[in-house]
Protein backbone atom coordinates (compact mmCIF):
# COMPACT_ATOMS: atom_id res chain seq x y z
CA UNK A 1 0.00 0.00 0.00
CA UNK A 2 1.16 3.21 -0.71
CA UNK A 3 1.39 6.16 1.92
CA UNK A 4 2.25 9.88 1.91
CA UNK A 5 4.60 11.72 4.49
CA UNK A 6 4.51 14.42 6.25
CA UNK A 7 7.12 16.37 8.48
CA UNK A 8 9.40 13.16 7.09
CA UNK A 9 12.80 14.03 8.83
CA UNK A 10 15.59 11.72 7.87
CA UNK A 11 12.52 9.37 7.31
CA UNK A 12 12.18 6.86 10.40
CA UNK A 13 8.61 6.61 10.08
CA UNK A 14 8.79 5.85 6.55
CA UNK A 15 11.58 3.38 6.77
CA UNK A 16 9.66 1.58 9.84
CA UNK A 17 6.69 1.56 7.13
CA UNK A 18 8.74 0.28 3.74
CA UNK A 19 10.07 -2.36 5.89
CA UNK A 20 6.40 -3.53 6.54
CA UNK A 21 5.78 -3.60 3.00
CA UNK A 22 4.23 0.10 2.36
CA UNK A 23 5.80 2.34 -0.08
CA UNK A 24 6.34 6.14 0.58
CA UNK A 25 4.93 7.90 -2.99
CA UNK A 26 5.53 11.46 -1.91
CA UNK A 27 7.27 13.14 1.14
CA UNK A 28 7.50 16.55 2.68
CA UNK A 29 10.57 18.03 4.44
CA UNK A 30 10.78 21.53 4.89
CA UNK A 31 14.26 21.63 6.14
CA UNK A 32 16.82 21.98 4.18
CA UNK A 33 19.67 20.63 6.32
CA UNK A 34 17.89 16.98 6.15
CA UNK A 35 16.89 17.02 2.42
CA UNK A 36 20.12 15.46 0.73
CA UNK A 37 19.68 12.46 3.69
CA UNK A 38 15.99 11.64 2.79
CA UNK A 39 16.96 11.86 -0.72
CA UNK A 40 20.11 9.39 -0.81
CA UNK A 41 17.83 7.21 1.72
CA UNK A 42 14.91 6.73 -0.30
CA UNK A 43 15.10 7.69 -3.92
CA UNK A 44 12.29 6.45 -5.10
CA UNK A 45 9.97 9.19 -3.41
CA UNK A 46 9.75 12.54 -4.47
CA UNK A 47 10.26 15.07 -1.91
CA UNK A 48 8.44 18.31 -1.84
CA UNK A 49 10.78 20.80 0.42
CA UNK A 50 8.33 23.46 0.50
CA UNK A 51 6.39 24.39 3.59
CA UNK A 52 3.56 22.37 4.20
CA UNK A 53 1.62 25.79 5.03
CA UNK A 54 2.27 26.69 0.66
CA UNK A 55 1.06 23.01 -0.15
CA UNK A 56 -2.34 22.74 -1.92
CA UNK A 57 -4.10 19.32 -1.19
CA UNK A 58 -4.49 19.04 -5.01
CA UNK A 59 -0.72 18.96 -5.39
CA UNK A 60 -0.26 15.79 -3.21
CA UNK A 61 -1.06 12.15 -4.77
CA UNK A 62 -3.92 10.17 -3.13
CA UNK A 63 -2.19 7.23 -1.07
CA UNK A 64 -3.81 4.44 1.32
CA UNK A 65 -2.05 5.92 4.37
CA UNK A 66 -0.90 9.32 5.65
CA UNK A 67 2.16 9.58 8.28
CA UNK A 68 3.81 12.14 9.94
CA UNK A 69 5.09 13.87 13.24
CA UNK A 70 4.19 17.11 13.47
CA UNK A 71 7.03 19.52 14.63
CA UNK A 72 6.93 18.91 18.08
CA UNK A 73 8.87 22.08 19.84
CA UNK A 74 5.67 23.74 21.14
CA UNK A 75 5.24 20.76 22.95
CA UNK A 76 8.05 19.81 24.77
CA UNK A 77 8.40 19.83 28.32
CA UNK A 78 11.76 21.71 28.13
CA UNK A 79 9.83 24.65 25.62
CA UNK A 80 7.21 27.45 26.44
CA UNK A 81 4.48 24.87 26.71
CA UNK A 82 2.00 27.21 24.78
CA UNK A 83 0.82 24.26 23.00
CA UNK A 84 -1.42 25.06 20.32
CA UNK A 85 -1.14 28.62 20.57
CA UNK A 86 2.24 28.36 19.49
CA UNK A 87 2.77 28.46 15.73
CA UNK A 88 4.36 25.22 15.64
CA UNK A 89 1.64 23.60 17.57
CA UNK A 90 -0.35 24.88 14.35
CA UNK A 91 1.11 22.44 12.10
CA UNK A 92 -0.79 20.00 13.40
CA UNK A 93 -4.02 21.21 11.81
CA UNK A 94 -2.17 21.41 8.96
CA UNK A 95 -1.91 17.51 9.47
CA UNK A 96 -5.62 17.69 10.05
CA UNK A 97 -5.99 19.50 6.37
CA UNK A 98 -4.11 17.13 4.58
CA UNK A 99 -6.03 14.17 5.82
CA UNK A 100 -9.37 15.53 5.44
CA UNK A 101 -8.68 16.68 1.58
CA UNK A 102 -6.95 13.35 0.91
CA UNK A 103 -8.96 10.32 2.90
CA UNK A 104 -6.44 7.86 3.33
CA UNK A 105 -7.45 4.45 4.69
CA UNK A 106 -5.71 5.52 7.74
CA UNK A 107 -3.36 8.03 8.90
CA UNK A 108 -0.24 7.63 11.81
CA UNK A 109 0.85 11.05 14.21
CA UNK A 110 3.31 10.76 16.45
CA UNK A 111 3.97 13.76 19.35
CA UNK A 112 6.57 13.84 22.22
CA UNK A 113 4.90 13.31 26.04
CA UNK A 114 4.67 16.52 26.80
CA UNK A 115 1.45 17.41 25.20
CA UNK A 116 0.13 15.10 27.94
CA UNK A 117 0.32 17.41 30.57
CA UNK A 118 -2.73 18.91 32.35
CA UNK A 119 -2.17 22.67 30.90
CA UNK A 120 -2.70 21.19 27.42
CA UNK A 121 -5.81 19.15 28.68
CA UNK A 122 -8.17 21.43 26.13
CA UNK A 123 -5.79 21.26 23.15
CA UNK A 124 -5.35 17.74 23.40
CA UNK A 125 -9.17 17.28 23.36
CA UNK A 126 -9.68 19.64 20.60
CA UNK A 127 -6.89 17.84 18.25
CA UNK A 128 -8.81 14.42 18.79
CA UNK A 129 -11.97 16.15 18.16
CA UNK A 130 -10.71 17.14 15.00
CA UNK A 131 -9.53 13.41 13.81
CA UNK A 132 -12.73 11.96 14.51
CA UNK A 133 -14.59 14.58 12.62
CA UNK A 134 -12.30 14.08 10.01
CA UNK A 135 -14.20 10.99 9.74
CA UNK A 136 -11.47 8.52 12.09
CA UNK A 137 -11.94 5.88 14.45
CA UNK A 138 -9.41 7.30 16.59
CA UNK A 139 -6.62 4.89 18.66
CA UNK A 140 -4.30 6.88 21.17
CA UNK A 141 -1.47 6.05 23.46
CA UNK A 142 1.78 6.28 24.88
CA UNK A 143 4.48 4.13 24.04
CA UNK A 144 7.96 3.63 25.55
CA UNK A 145 9.98 2.45 22.45
CA UNK A 146 11.82 -0.29 24.53
CA UNK A 147 8.60 -2.37 25.02
CA UNK A 148 8.90 -2.64 21.05
CA UNK A 149 12.42 -3.73 20.62
CA UNK A 150 14.23 -0.42 20.52
CA UNK A 151 17.36 -0.23 23.06
CA UNK A 152 16.17 2.98 24.54
CA UNK A 153 13.68 4.30 27.02
CA UNK A 154 11.83 6.93 24.71
CA UNK A 155 8.38 7.69 25.32
CA UNK A 156 6.34 9.24 22.78
CA UNK A 157 2.59 9.88 21.96
CA UNK A 158 0.51 8.25 18.85
CA UNK A 159 -2.38 9.09 17.53
CA UNK A 160 -3.11 6.06 14.68
CA UNK A 161 -7.02 6.23 12.75
CA UNK A 162 -9.06 4.03 10.75
CA UNK A 163 -11.24 5.47 8.35
CA UNK A 164 -15.19 5.14 9.90
CA UNK A 165 -16.36 3.86 6.29
CA UNK A 166 -14.40 0.62 7.13
CA UNK A 167 -15.66 -0.45 10.26
CA UNK A 168 -13.05 -1.30 12.03
CA UNK A 169 -10.97 -0.64 15.15
CA UNK A 170 -7.62 -0.37 15.92
CA UNK A 171 -5.69 -2.18 18.72
CA UNK A 172 -1.93 -1.21 19.49
CA UNK A 173 0.29 -3.64 19.36
CA UNK A 174 1.21 -6.05 22.18
CA UNK A 175 4.68 -5.58 24.03
CA UNK A 176 7.80 -7.65 23.05
CA UNK A 177 8.86 -9.75 26.34
CA UNK A 178 12.65 -9.67 24.80
CA UNK A 179 14.33 -6.16 25.80
CA UNK A 180 16.80 -5.22 24.03
CA UNK A 181 20.09 -2.73 25.62
CA UNK A 182 22.77 -0.70 25.18
CA UNK A 183 25.52 -3.85 24.36
CA UNK A 184 23.04 -5.60 21.65
CA UNK A 185 23.46 -1.98 19.86
CA UNK A 186 26.72 -0.66 20.07
CA UNK A 187 29.07 -3.04 21.34
CA UNK A 188 30.94 -3.80 18.54
CA UNK A 189 31.51 0.23 17.74
CA UNK A 190 33.24 0.51 21.41
CA UNK A 191 36.81 0.60 19.50
CA UNK A 192 36.22 2.94 16.65
CA UNK A 193 34.73 6.36 17.17
CA UNK A 194 36.22 9.77 16.42
CA UNK A 195 36.39 12.73 17.74
CA UNK A 196 35.06 15.61 15.69
CA UNK A 197 37.27 17.96 13.95
CA UNK A 198 38.00 21.13 15.15
CA UNK A 199 34.13 23.17 15.47
CA UNK A 200 32.38 20.09 15.69
CA UNK A 201 33.01 19.56 11.55
CA UNK A 202 32.76 15.88 10.40
CA UNK A 203 35.46 14.06 9.65
CA UNK A 204 33.53 12.68 6.05
CA UNK A 205 35.37 9.94 5.25
CA UNK A 206 37.56 9.35 7.60
CA UNK A 207 34.92 7.63 9.78
CA UNK A 208 35.83 3.65 9.23
CA UNK A 209 32.29 3.84 10.14
CA UNK A 210 29.68 6.09 8.53
CA UNK A 211 28.85 8.76 10.91
CA UNK A 212 30.41 7.11 13.84
CA UNK A 213 32.12 10.65 15.44
CA UNK A 214 31.35 12.20 18.21
CA UNK A 215 30.79 16.04 19.32
CA UNK A 216 33.64 17.46 21.78
CA UNK A 217 33.31 20.30 23.83
CA UNK A 218 32.42 21.72 27.00
CA UNK A 219 29.17 20.22 29.53
CA UNK A 220 26.66 22.69 30.74
CA UNK A 221 25.43 22.66 34.13
CA UNK A 222 22.36 21.87 33.60
CA UNK A 223 23.98 18.93 31.51
CA UNK A 224 25.92 17.98 35.04
CA UNK A 225 23.06 17.97 36.92
CA UNK A 226 21.87 14.52 36.26
CA UNK A 227 23.99 11.21 36.00
CA UNK A 228 23.80 11.27 31.84
CA UNK A 229 25.58 7.53 31.76
CA UNK A 230 23.58 3.81 31.34
CA UNK A 231 25.23 0.55 31.68
CA UNK A 232 25.95 -1.96 28.71
CA UNK A 233 23.16 -4.21 30.35
CA UNK A 234 20.64 -0.85 30.42
CA UNK A 235 18.40 1.10 27.76
CA UNK A 236 19.81 3.89 26.40
CA UNK A 237 18.41 7.32 27.70
CA UNK A 238 16.41 8.88 25.34
CA UNK A 239 18.03 9.78 21.87
CA UNK A 240 17.59 13.60 21.68
CA UNK A 241 17.81 16.15 18.64
CA UNK A 242 20.85 18.28 20.14
CA UNK A 243 24.12 16.59 20.13
CA UNK A 244 25.81 18.31 23.52
CA UNK A 245 22.77 16.34 25.64
CA UNK A 246 23.69 12.72 23.67
CA UNK A 247 23.76 10.18 26.63
CA UNK A 248 27.43 9.59 27.61
CA UNK A 249 29.21 6.46 26.47
CA UNK A 250 28.56 3.21 28.43
CA UNK A 251 32.29 2.68 28.86
CA UNK A 252 32.14 5.27 31.58
CA UNK A 253 31.11 4.48 35.28
CA UNK A 254 28.16 6.56 36.61
CA UNK A 255 28.30 9.85 37.32
CA UNK A 256 28.50 10.84 40.96
CA UNK A 257 26.50 13.01 43.20
CA UNK A 258 27.94 15.73 45.06
CA UNK A 259 25.22 18.16 45.65
CA UNK A 260 21.93 18.90 44.79
CA UNK A 261 21.47 18.85 41.05
CA UNK A 262 24.97 18.54 40.76
CA UNK A 263 27.30 15.37 39.45
CA UNK A 264 31.06 14.73 38.30
CA UNK A 265 32.70 12.55 36.36
CA UNK A 266 34.59 9.79 38.83
CA UNK A 267 38.48 10.61 39.41
CA UNK A 268 40.40 9.61 37.32
CA UNK A 269 38.12 7.78 35.02
CA UNK A 270 37.54 11.26 33.26
CA UNK A 271 38.82 9.91 29.77
CA UNK A 272 36.08 7.55 29.59
CA UNK A 273 33.17 10.18 29.82
CA UNK A 274 32.23 10.96 25.84
CA UNK A 275 28.96 11.51 23.89
CA UNK A 276 27.63 8.85 22.09
CA UNK A 277 28.76 9.17 18.42
CA UNK A 278 25.56 10.12 15.95
CA UNK A 279 26.29 6.37 14.35
CA UNK A 280 25.59 5.38 18.11
CA UNK A 281 22.52 7.00 18.42
CA UNK A 282 21.41 5.62 15.19
CA UNK A 283 21.44 2.12 16.07
CA UNK A 284 20.15 3.20 19.42
CA UNK A 285 17.53 4.49 17.27
CA UNK A 286 17.35 1.04 15.43
CA UNK A 287 18.55 2.74 12.10
CA UNK A 288 20.30 0.24 10.02
CA UNK A 289 24.27 1.20 9.08
CA UNK A 290 23.07 1.34 5.71
CA UNK A 291 21.09 4.55 6.05
CA UNK A 292 23.55 7.23 6.03
CA UNK A 293 23.14 10.81 7.73
CA UNK A 294 24.53 13.73 5.64
CA UNK A 295 25.90 16.90 7.06
CA UNK A 296 28.67 19.32 7.25
CA UNK A 297 28.34 20.00 11.38
CA UNK A 298 27.93 17.27 13.54
CA UNK A 299 25.05 18.76 15.03
CA UNK A 300 23.18 18.32 12.02
CA UNK A 301 23.43 14.79 12.00
CA UNK A 302 22.36 14.47 16.27
CA UNK A 303 19.37 16.40 15.35
CA UNK A 304 18.08 14.30 12.23
CA UNK A 305 18.84 11.07 14.16
CA UNK A 306 17.29 12.06 18.01
CA UNK A 307 14.19 13.70 15.72
CA UNK A 308 13.07 10.56 14.51
CA UNK A 309 10.98 7.76 15.08
CA UNK A 310 12.94 4.45 15.48
CA UNK A 311 12.11 2.72 12.66
CA UNK A 312 11.94 -0.37 14.83
CA UNK A 313 9.04 0.84 16.33
CA UNK A 314 7.47 2.04 13.09
CA UNK A 315 7.55 -1.10 11.63
CA UNK A 316 5.23 -2.82 14.59
CA UNK A 317 3.17 -0.13 14.19
CA UNK A 318 2.69 -0.65 10.41
CA UNK A 319 2.32 -3.93 10.58
CA UNK A 320 -0.50 -4.13 13.28
CA UNK A 321 -2.27 -1.14 10.78
CA UNK A 322 -1.69 -3.62 7.98
CA UNK A 323 -3.03 -6.46 9.93
CA UNK A 324 -6.13 -4.26 10.77
CA UNK A 325 -6.57 -3.37 7.38
CA UNK A 326 -7.33 -6.87 6.00
CA UNK A 327 -10.22 -7.63 8.33
CA UNK A 328 -12.44 -5.32 5.97
CA UNK A 329 -15.35 -7.24 5.42
CA UNK A 330 -13.61 -10.50 6.21
CA UNK A 331 -10.45 -9.96 3.50
CA UNK A 332 -13.39 -9.75 0.72
CA UNK A 333 -13.87 -6.84 -0.26
CA UNK A 334 -10.22 -4.81 0.94
CA UNK A 335 -9.50 -4.66 -3.39
CA UNK A 336 -12.35 -2.86 -3.98
CA UNK A 337 -11.87 -0.39 -0.99
CA UNK A 338 -8.71 0.30 -2.13
CA UNK A 339 -9.48 0.01 -5.53
CA UNK A 340 -12.32 2.86 -5.31
CA UNK A 341 -10.14 5.02 -3.20
CA UNK A 342 -7.36 4.81 -5.59
CA UNK A 343 -9.82 5.84 -8.34
CA UNK A 344 -11.32 8.95 -6.52
CA UNK A 345 -14.94 6.95 -5.87
CA UNK A 346 -15.02 6.43 -1.86
CA UNK A 347 -17.03 8.57 -0.03
CA UNK A 348 -16.21 12.35 0.53
CA UNK A 349 -17.66 13.01 4.35
CA UNK A 350 -16.83 16.65 3.63
CA UNK A 351 -19.05 17.38 0.28
CA UNK A 352 -22.29 19.68 1.10
Given amino acids: MKIISLFSGAGGLDLGFEMAGFQTIWANEYDKEIWETYERNFPGTVLDKRSIVNIHEDEIPAAEGLIGGPPCQSW ?7 GIEDHRGQLFFEFIRILRAKQPLFFLAENVSGMLAQRHADALENIKKHFTESGYRLSFKLLNAHDFGVPQDRKRVFFIGIREDLGLDFQFPEVIPEKKFLKDAIWDLRNSALAAKEKNYTNGNLCKIENHEYMTGGFSSIYMSRNRVRHWDEPSFTIQAGGRHAPLHPQAPKMVRIGENKRIFVPEYEHLYRRLSVR ?10 QHIFHYNKLAAGYKMVGNAVPPMLAFHLAQQIKKTLLQVNSHKHEKQYIKNHQTGLQPNIFSS
Wanted: charged share 35%.
Fill in 76 to 82: SEAGKLK
Fill in 280 to 289: ECARIQTFPD
